[in-house]
C-alpha cells in the first residue's frame, strides 16, 4: 500500500512538473493580450508588442521564447525593408560617397541575416548567450551603416529602420534574459 501510495505520489509530482514547465496555451483572441504582458518587460514595449502581434498567429503558445521568435522574425522583415530601401536610394545618391555608403549598407544588412539566421537555430535550443551575441553583431550592423553616413558628411535615408532596428535588438536581449536554460524548471 505505502508503495502504491509513493508511486502515486511521484505521478502527481511529474505530472505538476510538466505543467509549470509547458508555457500556457492562448486562444487566439487572447493572444495580443498575452503579447503585451511579455513586451511590457522589455525597454520598447510598445515596438515590441506592435512588431510582434503580426506574427503572433504562427504560435499556440505565448511566453518570452515566442515572443523573441516573433521579435527576430519582424526583425528581419525590417532588414530586408532596410536592404530594399538602401538599394533605391544607391541609385538615386546625389554623390559618390553617399552611393558607396549605401551599398556598404547592403553588404551590413547581409551581415544581419546571417546574424539572425544563428539566433533562430540559438532560440531552439534556448542559448541566450548566442542570441545575445548574434544580436549585438546584427545592432553593430546598423550602427557600421550609420558610421558610414557620418564618415561621408552625409544624411542616411535608412537611418530610421537603423534606429527601430537597434530597439529591436534591445527588446530581443531583454527577452532572451527572460527564458529559462533548456532543462530548466521554473
Do not use: W
Not at 66 to 79: C, H, P
Not at 91 to 120: F, H, I, M, V, W
Not at 172 to 177: E, F, H
Request: aromatic share 4%; with cysteine; charged share 25%.
Amino acid at each position: 500500500m505505502a508503495e502504491a501510495r509513493a508511486l502515486l505520489v511521484v505521478v502527481l509530482a511529474a505530472a505538476v512538473a510538466l505543467q509549470l514547465a509547458a508555457p500556457p496555451v492562448v486562444a487566439d483572441g487572447d493572444l495580443p493580450a498575452a503579447v503585451a504582458e511579455v513586451c511590457k518587460n522589455t525597454p520598447f514595449p510598445e515596438l515590441c508588442t506592435g512588431s510582434s502581434q503580426r506574427h503572433a498567429g504562427k504560435y499556440d503558445t505565448v511566453d518570452p521564447l515566442t515572443v523573441l521568435g516573433m521579435q527576430v522574425d519582424a526583425f528581419s522583415k525590417r532588414v530586408k525593408a532596410a536592404s530594399r530601401r538602401a538599394k533605391k536610394e544607391a541609385k538615386a545618391a546625389a554623390t559618390p560617397e553617399q552611393r558607396r555608403a549605401l551599398n556598404l549598407c547592403k553588404s551590413y544588412y547581409l551581415d544581419a541575416g546571417d546574424n539572425l539566421g544563428a539566433c533562430k537555430r540559438a532560440i531552439r535550443f534556448r542559448d541566450g548567450v548566442t542570441i545575445r551575441a548574434t544580436m549585438s553583431m546584427a545592432a553593430q550592423d546598423m550602427q557600421n551603416c550609420d558610421e558610414e553616413f557620418r564618415k561621408a558628411a552625409a544624411k542616411n535615408p535608412v537611418c530610421d529602420l537603423n534606429r527601430s532596428l537597434v530597439d529591436m535588438v534591445e527588446n530581443c536581449r531583454a527577452l532572451s534574459n527572460m527564458i529559462p536554460a533548456a532543462g530548466v524548471l521554473n
